[in-house]
């Protein structure tokens, strides 16, 4: 079965760094897009990033533009967040997620189960 499984998350003073991942299992990871989405408490979803299958494309909300990198290693089936410069209001569960992307349009049909990241000095 489908499965994907964040870690590395936790506690970061603003401006720090952290790489969150997630590893894959159940399905041909390199077949398929991936996400990262997240949930600000008290917030709704908001897509964070986008990677295409082999990795040569990638894609970013404004607000994380030249902050995080989305990357992906298909021998390991892992997918990566690399957040530098944070800030508080990056604060929020992260989520990876398998992607369909079809004729410009992103759905999500499954999800990890998150991984807190706290931005607070």
């Known amino acids: 079965q489908v499965q994907l499984v964040e870690s590395g998350g936790g506690l970061v003073q603003p401006g720090g760094s952290l790489r969150v991942s997630c590893a894959a299992s159940?399905?041909?990871?390199?077949?398929?897009?991936m996400s990262w989405v997240r949930q600000a408490p008290g917030k709704g979803l908001e897509w964070v990033s986008l990677?295409?299958?082999?990795?040569?494309?990638?894609y970013y909300t404004d607000s994380v533009k030249g902050r995080f990198t989305i990357s992906r290693d298909n021998a390991k089936n892992t997918l990566y967040l690399q957040m530098n410069s944070l800030k508080p209001e990056d604060t929020a569960l992260y989520y990876c997620?398998?992607?369909?992307?079809?004729?410009?349009?992103?759905?999500?049909?499954?999800w990890g189960q998150g991984i807190q990241v706290t931005v607070s000095s």
């Open positions: 997620a398998r992607t369909q992307a079809v004729a410009g349009t992103e759905s999500y049909d499954y």
């Open positions: 990677i295409n299958s082999d990795g040569s494309s990638t």
């Open positions: 159940g399905f041909t990871f390199s077949s398929y897009y």
